[in-house]
């Protein structure tokens, strides 16, 4: 089909030439992230620094310099000297410039994450303060810009980049130049740099740009913010750039009636028509901001103060041009007839002459009414006339969006194609121009395809710090939505166990975006805290600390004349914190000692009481049959020799 060239879906195209070069013999390219109407841009793999780096790569082709004007390569050396002159981290930092046999290439830093036009789909009409929260990166960066002498001259939604971790950062000086007498001129061969919705009205008009310039476009994302549409629109440029000039920025409110009054006077003020109203630089519009922030952070619903301070005041006098004042000029500079050296000489009441000076006065009008209606039919036909209308191809089918389109003399395009949780995928979700839109017969219309809904798997994070885990989760665009502690005899402290949802468990489909994941986290080992078991049942001991995790040994077991049999007589440690699997040691009681019974036979009664008793023994005496006085020892029981534990109790027979 003629003007269809299909492309994969995914980043860049298998078929672009960039992608797997090696510029400089240090840039490895990858896929497109991005393309603009002077430079594609790339993910590339700075292969003498090991990082990462967003390329932007001039079109092919721009790089020649025609009619003596200012090229598209010399335009993109100064943007990366200009953007090298700032470092402030809300600016996207330039690294490099150079040329590879025709690609003239920037090297900057990436920035991983989206653009606050993505921001203003899906989130807006947003509440003021989220929408300042936006604004006041940007206009600390226009701010640097504007003291370093740099106007940024393509203030847009597109190009302000937000990182995965939030952070708000201004890219593309691509149109950036030092303000001077000299340059501050944006057209280039007749043609106006920047995007139509964001010119200031002195850029439509003149052609002049300051750092007045960058607040106004600042001021009409704010009004998108809080209303999430433009303030001017129209059927083609023209009308819009049109609108901007004749026409003042509507207040918010009169969309979002919840606007505050104090909110509606800054957009005002940043969208003055006459830029001699508007803030200076954004340093001073960055002082508004903040002080309207103060109002909305103190619940004020109005401030009539604040409104009279930031509403602009007209001035006495507007010395800014109308837009057709370079048409009416063309017109003005049509030369008249020249004026004959007979007028010098003839008689005023000779008539011939006359009625040749009254013939010459309508074909004077003739021929301006000719010129005026031939540039008002040209304007017409080149702005108006041929132009067709977009069908509608929205839900429809790839194949059959294709086929309306070359039905109606259209070729195609396709933009990256996008996720969406109402359409299915291969089926068109967008389209520019829109249905309705003007365009050229045979020009392209640019189609999104729909990826069907966006679906993710839970990540396997175990192992990982909670840092880690919350940027895998963030890849897969999950968020961690709590996290839990446990201990884990395992896992190291301050690392994750597991997720809820398990890793491995999740549905078929996947999970949907911003889906809230669960970390449990490891607290560490679980401690134990030690019991001291002295003098208690060394079984009691061995079986509590054992249910507790703990490994019990009984080190030695030894006589005790304190220390029961069975018992601890001591254990190490006594105290303190161990953990599951740490050893105990025990010393358990053999109860009381051994003692062997001495000889008494006919040993003095007392002197054999004296010695049994020495020797830890309770004495029990007991007359023998033949008894006389009982100052002798016939006998012991047990008998001499046994051995008896200290304490026992034993019997002498005396006679």
Known sequence: ???????????????????????????????????????????????????????????????????????????????????????????????????????????????PGHTLRDVIAKEAPMRPERALSLLEPVLEALAVAHGAGLVHRDMKPENVLIADDGRVKVADFGLAKAVSADTQHTATSGVLLGTVSYLAPEVVSEGRADARADVYAVGVMLYELLTGAKPHTGDSPIQVAYAHVHHDVPPPSDAVPEVPD?????????????????????????????????????????????????????RPTDTTPEPLAPLAREVAAVPPPPRTEQTSVIRPDEGPPRRQRRRRRPLLALLVMALVAGLLGGGYWFGWARYVSAPTVVGLTQAAA???????????????????????????????????????????VTLTLSLGP??????????????????????????????????SE???????????????????????????????????????????????????????????????????????????????????????????GDVVKLVVSKGQPFVTLPSVFNKSTDAVVSELESLGLEVKVERARIYFNGSRVFSIDPSAGSEVRKGSTVTITVV
């Open 262 to 314: 104090y909110v509606d006077a800054l957009t005002a003020r940043l969208t003055a028509r006459d830029r001699g109203l508007r803030p200076s630089d954004a340093a001073v519009a960055l002082h508004h901001v903040h002080r309207v922030g103060l109002a909305l952070r103190a619940g004020d619903t109005s401030d009539a103060e604040l409104v009279a301070d930031l509403t602009p005041a007209a």
């Open 490 to 580: 395992q896992v190291a402290e301050g690392r994750v166990i597991r997720t809820q949802p398990k890793f491995g468990t999740e549905r078929a489909q996947g999970l949907p975006v911003d889906t809230g994941i669960t970390l449990v986290v490891s607290k560490g080992r679980k401690p134990i805290k030690v019991t001291d078991w002295t003098g208690q049942s060394a079984e009691k001991a061995q079986n509590r600390m054992t249910d507790q995790g703990l490994e019990v040994t009984v080190a030695e077991e030894r006589f005790s004349e304190s220390v029961a049999e069975g018992d601890v007589i001591g254990q190490s440690p006594k105290s303190g914190t161990l953990y599951k």
């Open 1 to 111: 089909m003629r003007g269809v060239r299909p492309r994969d879906p995914a980043r860049g195209s298998m078929d672009d030439p960039h992608t797997g070069r090696l510029l400089d013999g240090r840039y490895r390219v990858g896929g497109r992230i991005a393309r603009g109407g002077m430079a594609g841009v790339y993910e590339a793999h700075d292969e003498r620094l090991d990082r990462t780096v967003a390329l932007k790569i001039m079109h092919a082709g721009l790089g020649d310099s025609t009619d003596g004007e200012e090229d598209f390569a010399a335009r993109f050396v100064r943007e990366a000297r200009a953007a090298a002159r700032l470092s402030h981290p809300h600016v996207v930092a330039v690294y490099d410039q150079g040329e590879d046999d025709g690609a003239v290439y920037l090297a900057m830093e990436l920035v």
């Open 402 to 444: 294709e086929e309306k389109l070359s039905g109606a003399d259209l070729a195609v395009e396709y933009a990256d194609p996008v996720h969406s949780e109402t359409a299915p995928e291969g089926e068109v979700v967008s389209a520019d121009p829109a249905a309705g839109g003007r365009i050229l017969p045979e020009d392209a």
């Open 454 to 487: 966006e679906r993710y798997d839970v990540p396997d994070v175990s192992g990982m710090t909670v840092e880690s885990a919350t940027g895998a989760l963030r890849e897969v665009k999950m968020v961690v939505a709590q996290t839990k502690e446990r201990f």
